[in-house]
């Protein structure tokens, strides 16, 4: 189970990072006592569009029934 969801984890952070454009715009530097220098990037998400015009096919119920033989329940007693 800890293997699924490893590959489930892995696969949703791959198609993450595939849909952003990463440049990195500064080197990073390895820190010192007093600090260091953080590497920058700069990202750039992908535009998405979305046709939110959806068919919907025209279902016909035929909802008749027979009568049922007995008295009707109603719940009370």
Known sequence: MKKII???AL???TFG???CDVDQ???GDMPELEG???P???VEPVDVEV???IEVPEVDVDATQ???EGEPVTGDE
Do not use: M, R
Request: charged residues 25%.
């Open 6 to 8: 490893a590959v489930a």
């Open 25 to 27: 715009t500064e080197e």
């Open 36 to 38: 260091g220098n953080l």
């Open 51 to 53: 046709d939110s015009n």
């Open 17 to 19: 990072l595939a849909a």
């Open 66 to 68: 027979p009568d049922a």
């Open 40 to 42: 920058e990037y700069d």
């Open 11 to 13: 696969s949703a952070a």
